[in-house]
């Protein structure tokens, strides 16, 4: 097992280096010390790297070099609270805003040249605290958390690009208006980019597709990249008019463009990833490493030196080979705040590029027994608390106890059935019912916590909050009702099954109650899904007849062929008939049947 410096040892060493030959021999140091070994499996991801750097370490040495460290993090999802993070590990409270500013300060002490980046998802799926108010307390935490730059991600679309672009500017939400009105929300202080999102009219980008630094004379690129996926995952509404192009593509045809401003370093933001063999809490493994990262990385010019990713929500710290058979840096920094990833490029001022097995990169968990809270970030919670409050604390309902996703942790595996999302399912069937829907679907994504009978404040035990509703269910999407034949629903069951490629290789569906199936699926080692088999399909303890028309409920999202659900989105429009707000469905469920109890998770008989 590689063994990493721990962050107090780090801290210590870093306080002591310099530009130039100094930091040239940490780097090298640090570099040998941490290069992970080959698999006994037989992978290569980390092979060879030890080999490459005996190679050619004489001839960096005597090279002048400047060293860039960059500090990055991803999937922060507006989570300004140390609570409700997630565990890394053995460690039980990590994350939240004030403790992450907390260890970004701690990694930049001593630094000459220091950067903050970020790949996506920093706002949107957001709890209530910043979602509540379209995630400006988020991006003012983001401010003062010293960000310089970011990558756009999925979520960063869920309002729409024009609310993406009110993010970035500033001004005043168009509906609900000024929080502040003496002090009117800002902007962000740092740059978004997302080169591979084009308006179809114009061929331009709504933001900038890179960002170039100069550091000691050296100029260094961040280019911006948004999953291609992205239109499969958020509203369709907010993105019209707009294509999401390939990202392997669209970051090869800039390396010439910057090449010709005089840039040789350059580093990758990429809201796509993959994961790992090992528990989250191994944040520095890269064992198995699959999914979606593998073949953009194996794509991507070698030009490119490092890729910052994310969207997986999964710590690793991989060297990867690139095209041209040189390791290349590939890391992600879990979610939430709970870590920080510390790279540190060695820029070489010979030929202005990175010496890239001279560079190296760790993963640290934010631990929030190590550090204090930090007192700007403490304000800035203080500042949103009494609109919170004051939205947030009114009772909706009771549950007799938690009500989780799929997976341990919960949350961890959207491919299982879950109490959260047949829930969800059941109080959308029952405020469409109306409508005379029969049957509801749910995306799995769509829930972004779990509702726990433990009270979170002063609202008692089994009492579930407006607050902890909006973080439950954030999107505030519109129910709709619509006629789907037996087989078209046979269809959207086979599609839980992802294409090839898919960060998530399989979506189960939150159903309602009176719904069931057996399920049967199979996924590879590549982290695809390749069968699945939906058999004994029945409504009410009736067969589903393929050729009958059922009249079934989904949100906006789905019914529009959201997560590649495509045969949603091929029911006609002109058919629907909208069923309200998915949070006002759920609010209204929970204080029609309190006290409810988690419903079960035998609907779907799930052999694999």
């Given at each position: 097992?590689?063994?990493?410096?721990?962050?107090?040892?780090?801290?210590?060493?870093?306080?002591?280096?310099?530009?130039?030959?100094?930091?040239?021999?940490?780097?090298?140091?640090?570099?040998?010390?941490?290069?992970?070994?080959?698999?006994?499996?037989?992978?290569?991801?980390?092979?060879?790297?030890?080999?490459?750097?005996?190679?050619?370490?004489?001839?960096?040495?005597?090279?002048?070099?400047?060293?860039?460290?960059?500090?990055?993090?991803?999937?922060?999802?507006?989570?300004?609270?140390?609570?409700?993070?997630?565990?890394?590990?053995?460690?039980?409270?990590?994350?939240?805003?004030?403790?992450?500013?907390?260890?970004?300060?701690?990694?930049?002490?001593?630094?000459?040249?220091?950067?903050?980046?970020?790949?996506?998802?920093?706002?949107?799926?957001?709890?209530?605290?910043?979602?509540?108010?379209?995630?400006?307390?988020?991006?003012?935490?983001?401010?003062?958390?010293?960000?310089?730059?970011?990558?756009?991600?999925?979520?960063?679309?869920?309002?729409?690009?024009?609310?993406?672009?009110?993010?970035?500017?500033?001004?005043?939400?168009?509906?609900?208006?000024?929080?502040?009105?003496?002090?009117?929300?800002?902007?962000?202080?740092?740059?978004?980019?997302?080169?591979?999102?084009?308006?179809?009219?114009?061929?331009?980008?709504?933001?900038?597709?890179?960002?170039?630094?100069?550091?000691?004379?050296?100029?260094?690129?961040?280019?911006?990249?948004?999953?291609?996926?992205?239109?499969?995952?958020?509203?369709?509404?907010?993105?019209?008019?707009?294509?999401?192009?390939?990202?392997?593509?669209?970051?090869?045809?800039?390396?010439?463009?910057?090449?010709?401003?005089?840039?040789?370093?350059?580093?990758?933001?990429?809201?796509?990833?993959?994961?790992?063999?090992?528990?989250?809490?191994?944040?520095?493994?890269?064992?198995?490493?699959?999914?979606?990262?593998?073949?953009?990385?194996?794509?991507?010019?070698?030009?490119?030196?490092?890729?910052?990713?994310?969207?997986?929500?999964?710590?690793?710290?991989?060297?990867?080979?690139?095209?041209?058979?040189?390791?290349?840096?590939?890391?992600?920094?879990?979610?939430?705040?709970?870590?920080?990833?510390?790279?540190?490029?060695?820029?070489?001022?010979?030929?202005?590029?990175?010496?890239?097995?001279?560079?190296?990169?760790?993963?640290?968990?934010?631990?929030?027994?190590?550090?204090?809270?930090?007192?700007?970030?403490?304000?800035?919670?203080?500042?949103?608390?009494?609109?919170?409050?004051?939205?947030?604390?009114?009772?909706?309902?009771?549950?007799?106890?938690?009500?989780?996703?799929?997976?341990?942790?919960?949350?961890?595996?959207?491919?299982?059935?879950?109490?959260?999302?047949?829930?969800?399912?059941?109080?959308?069937?029952?405020?469409?019912?109306?409508?005379?829907?029969?049957?509801?679907?749910?995306?799995?994504?769509?829930?972004?916590?779990?509702?726990?009978?433990?009270?979170?404040?002063?609202?008692?035990?089994?009492?579930?909050?407006?607050?902890?509703?909006?973080?439950?269910?954030?999107?505030?999407?519109?129910?709709?009702?619509?006629?789907?034949?037996?087989?078209?629903?046979?269809?959207?069951?086979?599609?839980?099954?992802?294409?090839?490629?898919?960060?998530?290789?399989?979506?189960?569906?939150?159903?309602?109650?009176?719904?069931?199936?057996?399920?049967?699926?199979?996924?590879?080692?590549?982290?695809?899904?390749?069968?699945?088999?939906?058999?004994?399909?029945?409504?009410?303890?009736?067969?589903?007849?393929?050729?009958?028309?059922?009249?079934?409920?989904?949100?906006?999202?789905?019914?529009?062929?959201?997560?590649?659900?495509?045969?949603?989105?091929?029911?006609?429009?002109?058919?629907?008939?909208?069923?309200?707000?998915?949070?006002?469905?759920?609010?209204?469920?929970?204080?029609?049947?309190?006290?409810?109890?988690p419903p079960s998770t035998d609907r779907v008989n799930e052999l694999f």
């Amino acid at each position: 097992m590689t063994v990493f410096p721990s962050s107090a040892e780090r801290r210590r060493v870093v306080r002591r280096a310099t530009a130039g030959v100094g930091a040239l021999a940490l780097g090298l140091t640090l570099a040998a010390a941490t290069a992970p070994a080959a698999s006994a499996h037989g992978d290569d991801h980390n092979g060879g790297y030890s080999q490459y750097l005996k190679k050619h370490m004489r001839s960096w040495w005597h090279a002048r070099t400047v060293d860039l460290q960059l500090l990055a993090f991803n999937d922060y999802h507006g989570h300004l609270e140390a609570s409700g993070n997630g565990a890394v590990g053995d460690i039980a409270d990590a994350g939240g805003a004030e403790y992450l500013a907390s260890e970004l300060a701690a990694l930049r002490e001593g630094q000459r040249n220091t950067l903050t980046v970020a790949a996506g998802d920093l706002i949107g799926g957001s709890p209530a605290l910043s979602g509540l108010f379209h995630d400006e307390p988020s991006v003012e935490s983001l401010n003062a958390l010293g960000l310089d730059v970011s990558s756009v991600g999925n979520h960063e679309f869920d309002e729409g690009v024009t609310e993406l672009l009110r993010m970035q500017d500033g001004g005043c939400h168009p509906v609900d208006g000024c929080y502040f009105p003496d002090a009117p929300y800002a902007g962000a202080d740092f740059q978004w980019l997302s080169a591979n999102v084009v308006e179809e009219s114009t061929g331009k980008t709504p933001l900038p597709p890179y960002w170039i630094k100069k550091v000691n004379g050296i100029k260094v690129a961040f280019i911006g990249m948004t999953l291609e996926a992205t239109d499969t995952l958020v509203a369709a509404a907010g993105i019209q008019g707009y294509d999401f192009k390939d990202e392997v593509a669209t970051a090869n045809a800039l390396v010439p463009k910057l090449k010709r401003q005089g840039v040789n370093a350059i580093v990758v933001l990429l809201h796509e990833g993959g994961s790992q063999t090992p528990a989250p809490g191994e944040v520095n493994a890269c064992e198995g490493i699959s999914g979606p990262i593998v073949d953009i990385n194996a794509g991507l010019s070698p030009a490119i030196d490092a890729v910052i990713t994310g969207h997986t929500h999964l710590p690793y710290n991989c060297t990867l080979t690139d095209p041209a058979g040189k390791p290349r840096m590939v890391t992600s920094a879990y979610s939430y705040g709970r870590v920080v990833t510390e790279m540190h490029l060695v820029l070489s001022q010979r030929t202005k590029d990175v010496v890239r097995p001279a560079s190296w990169a760790v993963n640290h968990v934010v631990d929030q027994g190590q550090l204090s809270p930090d007192p700007a970030q403490t304000a800035i919670i203080d500042k949103w608390t009494p609109l919170y409050e004051a939205a947030g604390d009114t009772p909706v309902g009771t549950i007799t106890a938690d009500i989780t996703r799929a997976g341990d942790p919960p949350g961890s595996d959207r491919g299982l059935e879950s109490a959260a999302g047949n829930l969800v399912a059941d109080a959308q069937l029952w405020a469409t019912s109306q409508n005379g829907a029969q049957i509801a679907f749910m995306n799995p994504g769509g829930v972004r916590s779990d509702l726990t009978y433990a009270a979170s404040g002063s609202e008692g035990d089994g009492v579930v909050t407006y607050g902890e509703a909006f973080t439950f269910q954030p999107f505030g999407n519109t129910l709709l009702t619509f006629p789907m034949t037996g087989q078209q629903i046979l269809d959207v069951l086979d599609e839980q099954c992802q294409p090839a490629g898919s960060s998530r290789p399989f979506l189960h569906l939150g159903v309602s109650e009176g719904f069931t199936y057996t399920l049967d699926r199979t996924i590879d080692a590549a982290g695809d899904c390749t069968s699945v088999a939906v058999t004994d399909v029945q409504l009410n303890g009736v067969p589903l007849d393929p050729g009958a028309t059922y009249l079934v409920t989904a949100n906006n999202f789905l019914a529009d062929g959201g997560d590649n659900f495509t045969t949603f989105g091929t029911v006609d429009p002109g058919s629907r008939l909208d069923g309200g707000n998915d949070l006002l469905a759920l609010s209204n469920y929970l204080g029609t049947y309190s006290p409810v109890a988690p419903p079960s998770t035998d609907r779907v008989n799930e052999l694999f």
